[in-house]
T-cell receptor
Framework: RKEVEQDPGPFNVPEGATVAFNCTYS??????FFWYRQDCRKEPKLLMS???SGNEDGRFTAQLNRASQYISLLIRDSKLSDSATYLC??????????FGTGTRLKVLA | EPEVTQTPSHQVTQMGQEVILRCVPI?????FYWYRQILGQKVEFLVS????????KSEIFDDQFSVERPDGSNFTLKIRSTKLEDSAMYFC???????????FGPGTRLTVT
């Protein structure tokens, strides 16, 4: 069974800190992922894509490590508004997304 | 910015009743999806739909579930005889193409009593 695993957290960090999450995946053929962000009881919203070359968007950096089958998300200079659940999503291969369980981040003032 | 809309935002129904959840995907999108999220759990794929037929469905999507695109704008999920365990948030999503970003609607919270 193809799965995506995440540490549920919560990760409690002070404002301004750098925080990183990992997500492991079991399907060795997977090569395309997204990070989505989900606020409490809201819909998932795309944060960034992750392909073999990684991706950077402002304070956010995502990397894919195919050898170890994990992807990472790094958030620099955390803001209070970054508090949310971050969902790792495998978009490889079929007509569906496979979601991880999500990692909760709380940024503390 | 175009968005996916869903109605109703909250539906309460009694066990055994039929419910229809409605979605209006983004207008130029061709692929449509339903997902569900039980409270405190992960988002789970139910079904994908393209060119007026199901592309893929999960083991959750049994004979009690059906989807339809009754006109050029709506995409519906029907649950024929609801069970307590169908209580969840149901998200509709759409995308331009299969591997492109899926845009999610705000969800319908279904409560089965």
């Amino acid at each position: 069974r193809k799965e995506v695993e995440q540490d549920p957290g919560p990760f409690n960090v002070p404002e301004g800190a750098t925080v990183a999450f990992n997500c492991t995946y079991s399907n060795s053929a997977s090569q395309s992922f997204f990070w989505y962000r989900q606020d409490c009881r809201k819909e998932p919203k795309l944060l960034m894509s992750v392909y073999s070359s990684g991706n950077e968007d402002g304070r956010f950096t995502a990397q894919l490590n195919r050898a170890s089958q994990y992807i990472s998300l790094l958030i620099r200079d955390s803001k209070l508004s970054d508090s949310a659940t971050y969902l790792c999503v495998d978009i490889s291969g079929t007509y569906k997304y496979i979601f991880g369980t999500g990692t909760r981040l709380k940024v503390l003032a | 910015e175009p968005e996916v809309t869903q109605t109703p935002s909250h539906q309460v129904t009694q066990m055994g009743q039929e419910v229809i959840l409605r979605c209006v995907p983004i207008s130029n999108h061709l692929y449509f999806y339903w997902y569900r999220q039980i409270l405190g759990q992960k988002v789970e794929f139910l079904v994908s739909f393209y060119n007026n037929e199901i592309s893929e469905k999960s083991e959750i999507f049994d004979d009690q579930f059906s989807v339809e695109r009754p006109d050029g704008s709506n995409f519906t999920l029907k649950i024929r005889s609801t069970k307590l365990e169908d209580s969840a948030m149901y998200f509709c999503a759409s995308s331009e193409a299969f591997s492109y970003e899926q845009y999610f609607g705000p969800g319908t919270r279904l409560t089965v009593t």
